[in-house]
């Protein structure tokens, strides 16, 4: 059974800490997402990885950074988190190739509820 | 650019028929779509690719009209276990062909 594991399911962080969130994948795919979700904006890409060590930028890159050191793990990094990153995120792999080829179905994670106090 | 989704909420009765619309502004690549129920992973449902090929997963289909840049998801007979968040992702070649989700519709199955 094919598996996307995130380190913490909830989360509750001060203003200005730096914070990891972890995703591990064991599927072995090239391809890994980190994502928010938030009410009425459906998920939003903040970075991509086609391979280890690197890095792309999705939509909303912008107070976030990511690292890639092994294949099978993400994680996603806010520098000095803020109240505006209280979010849900969510990470996501897929077999290799465009990130939205037609083979490239895309395995989620069950989510890290993040909130910024 | 994010694709549009509508309706935003749907309520149907168990074995009624619904229909969720995903449109863009741009020329798409292709389409997918998910489901995602409450408190659990977006989960995928299929994709389809341009010239209008269309899938199928038990009785939900969908079917992708190139030249209206737009896809259309059918829930024929629901079910109970239908009722979750469906979201649809497009891919177009402006956005690096990386998949931009909707908003997302909300679909609630009731006895």
């Known amino acids: 059974d094919v598996k996307v594991t995130q380190s913490s399911r909830y989360l509750v962080k001060r203003t200005g800490e730096k914070v990891f969130l972890e995703c591990v994948q064991d599927m072995d795919h090239e391809n890994m997402f980190w994502y928010r979700q938030d009410p009425g904006l459906g998920l939003r890409l903040i970075y991509f990885?086609?391979?280890?060590?690197?890095?792309e930028k999705g939509d909303i890159p912008e107070g976030y950074s990511v690292s890639r050191e092994k294949k099978e793990r993400f994680s996603l990094i806010l520098e000095s988190a803020s109240t505006n990153q209280t979010s849900m995120y969510l990470c996501?792999?897929?077999?290799?190739?465009?990130?939205?080829?037609?083979?490239?179905?895309?395995?989620f994670g069950p989510g890290t509820r993040l909130t910024v106090l | 650019q994010q694709p549009v989704q509508s309706p935003q909420a749907v309520i149907l009765r168990e074995g009624e028929d619904a229909v969720i619309n995903c449109s863009s502004s741009?020329?798409?690549?292709?389409v997918h779509w998910y489901r995602q129920k409450h408190g659990e992973a977006p989960v995928f449902l299929m994709i389809?690719?341009?010239?209008?090929e269309q899938k199928g997963h038990e009785k939900i289909s969908a079917s992708f009209n190139e030249k209206k840049q737009q896809s259309s998801l059918y829930l024929t007979a629901s079910q109970l276990s239908y009722s979750g968040t469906y979201f649809c992702?497009?891919?177009?070649?402006?956005?690096?062909?990386?998949?931009?989700f909707g908003a997302g519709t909300t679909v609630t199955v009731r006895a």
């Open positions: 741009k020329a798409l690549y292709s």
């Open positions: 990885s086609y391979d280890v060590k690197m890095k």
């Open positions: 389809l690719l341009k010239g209008g």
């Open positions: 992702g497009t891919v177009d070649s402006s956005n690096d062909y990386k998949l931009s």
């Open positions: 996501a792999s897929s077999l290799p190739g465009l990130a939205g080829g037609p083979d490239n179905e895309q395995f």
